[in-house]
C-alpha cells in the first residue's frame, strides 16, 4: 500500500488543521492506521492510531482530547483532527499503515510527511 500525507500547514496557537492520508491498493481497510510526529531534533513518536474497522482509536496522552483520528474505507482515506493545536505540535506527520500499536516498526508502511507549523 502506498501513502501520501496532505493537510499540514501553518496554525497559531489554539487553531485546527486536518491531515489527511490517501491510499493506494485495495488492501487499505485490512490494516490498521496510525500518525505519527517528528520534531527538529527528536525522535519519531506515536500519535494515534486506528484498527483496521475504525472501531479502536487510540492516542497519545500529549494529544488527547485536542486530536482526533477516524477513516474512510470507502474513500481509503485516514484523517487527523488537530485541535487546540500548541506550538509543541510543530512537527512533520507520517500516516503509516500497519497492525494497531504504539510503536513505529509495527507499520511497515509510511507516507511521506506533511509538516506543521503553530506559532505562538
Known amino acids: 500500500v502506498q501513502l501520501q500525507a496532505s493537510g499540514g500547514g501553518l496554525s497559531q496557537t489554539g487553531g485546527s488543521l486536518r491531515l489527511s492520508c490517501a491510499a493506494s491498493?485495495?488492501?487499505?481497510?485490512?490494516?490498521?492506521m496510525g500518525w505519527f510526529r517528528q520534531a527538529p531534533g527528536k525522535e519519531r513518536e506515536f500519535v494515534a492510531s486506528?484498527?483496521?474497522?475504525?472501531?479502536?482509536?487510540y492516542y497519545a496522552d500529549s494529544v488527547k482530547g485536542r486530536f482526533t483520528i477516524s477513516r474512510d474505507n470507502a474513500k481509503n482515506t485516514v484523517y487527523l483532527q488537530m485541535n487546540s493545536l500548541k506550538p509543541e505540535d510543530t512537527a512533520v506527520y507520517y500516516c503509516?499503515?500497519?497492525?494497531?500499536?504504539?510503536?513505529?516498526?509495527?507499520?511497515?508502511?509510511w507516507g511521506q510527511g506533511t509538516q506543521v507549523t503553530v506559532s505562538s
Open positions: 491498493g485495495r488492501t487499505f481497510s485490512s490494516y490498521a
Open positions: 503509516a499503515a500497519g497492525t494497531i500499536g504504539v510503536a513505529a516498526y509495527e507499520y511497515p508502511y
Open positions: 486506528i484498527s483496521w474497522s475504525g472501531g479502536s482509536t
